[in-house]
Every structure is written in C-alpha cells, then in structure tokens.
C-alpha cells in the first residue's frame, strides 16, 4: 500500500506540474486573441474558460511612512499575516482585547491548574475532546552506515 501511495504521490505531483503548464500556455493563447471567455466541447464535456485580471497593490510601505509621516496611520488597517508573524510582541497590546479575539489556550490552562491558581472544577463539562488521526508520509531521512 505505501509503494503504491509514494507512486501516487509522484504521479500527482508530475500531473500538478503538466496541469500548471497547460494553465499557463491556454491563458497565453487566450490573451494572445484578446478573448476572456472562450467555450467548447471536449470530448463530449461542455468547457467554458474564464480569463479574469486581477490587480494587486503591493505599496513601498517606507517611502509612504516617510512621505505620510503622521498621516501614515490614517491609511492603515490589520493585516492578519503581520500580526501571525508579529504575535509575541503584540499579546500584551492584544491582552484587553482577549475576550472578543482570543481562545482558551490548552497550554496556559495546564499551567494555570498545575499552579493552583485555578480548580481543574473549572473546565469539567466545560469542553469536548475530539480525537483526530492525521497520517503523514514523509521522505525518510537517509540511515547512518554502520561500519559492520
């Protein structure tokens, strides 16, 4: 069975790949004539393809701060991947807000109960334990080569 699924793996992997390819040169071909949609029949099956633009901003952050100065804030607003990678440092500014952002921390009950500082009365009842079974199949790191 793991022969069989690491074959698989590949396979889609090879197949990923062809489709990215074939992605790209049909979107070539439909700029190239200037169409956004284009329809037909593929072996039997109905196809419609879609060409939609989309425009991404990406803003020299430094050079507005330094040309906005004070008014710099004014154009901002959260950005959940600056916070992921800035949470350490921001819990404490976060801390007043915990009860409409926040979630029980497995970690921080532990320590609070094994510390006494709250009854494990508390949480019973108050909470379900679900069980999930995650199966991953990884490369294997090489072996050591012993010497007999």
Known sequence: MLAEYRVME???ARLDETKK???AAIQRVLDEEGKSAYAAIVNGEPIVLQLKTQTEIRYDENLLRTRLGREY????QPDIAK???HLMELEPVLAPHLEKIGSPSRQKIRQLVSSGEIPLEVF????QKIQKSILFVKKPLPLPVSDQ
């Open 10 to 12: 590949k396979e889609m």
């Open 21 to 23: 390819t074939l992605r």
């Open 73 to 76: 804030d004014r154009i901002l």
């Open 83 to 85: 916070i992921r990678r």
């Open 124 to 127: 019973r009842g108050a909470f």
